[in-house]
């Protein structure tokens, strides 16, 4: 083997090189790190952790650390704020009103429902009563019509026995020979006959 062959075979083997995450460091004032400091053991994390964790945020939120009164979250809180009441009033135009106008007529047909049943109520004591009259004028009806019928009975059973009288008193007198014309004698028999009916 030549010489130096041994340097060139180590040369040729791949040297791993540990490459370090913390390669970077910040310098910054003793004051701020006593505030990093205090910071980091009222949340329990390591001062490292919470400098990733403030760069992630405002990475992220593209907030200006530099900005103290935090203008641009105001401005988003504004504006989320602007489309949740527009959200609310649109459904207060769809749904709320339209609800609020049901409820009203439902409420009015409601009220209008129980006037009508009263008023019907009503026709239904005045109509019970209507046929309560009713019923008692036509059994006074019914008495009355039952009394003619009795008292035409009555008149008819009258006429008859008026009738066989006056046929008896006929018969009698042509018995008597009373000395009157045939004709005088009919004719007096036909008015008192006629007299008779008329009762």
Sequence with gaps: ???????????????????????????????????????????????????????DYFYKSKKDPADLNDEMLKKELSS??????????????DLLVPIYSMASELSTLAKLQGKVTKAIA?????????????????????????????????????????RKILEHYIAQRETLGWPVSAAKKEELAKQVRQALENL
């Excluded at 460091?25 to 001062?47: N, W």
Aim: charged residues 30%.
């Design 1 to 55: 083997m030549p010489a130096g062959s041994g340097l060139y075979s180590m040369t040729q083997e791949v040297v791993m090189v540990r490459i370090d995450p913390n390669s970077k460091s910040v310098r910054y004032p003793k004051e701020v790190d006593d505030r990093l400091s205090l910071l980091a053991r009222k949340l329990g994390r390591t001062k490292r952790e919470l400098v990733i964790q403030m760069v």
């Design 80 to 93: 989320g704020i602007s489309r949740i009441l527009s959200f609310i009033r649109k459904q207060e135009g």
């Design 122 to 162: 009503e026709a239904q004591l005045k109509g019970n009563a209507a046929v309560g009259e009713s019923v008692n004028h036509l059994k006074i009806l019914d008495s009355d019509l039952k009394r003619l019928i009795v008292a035409l009975a009555e008149k008819d059973k009258l006429k008859s026995g008026f």
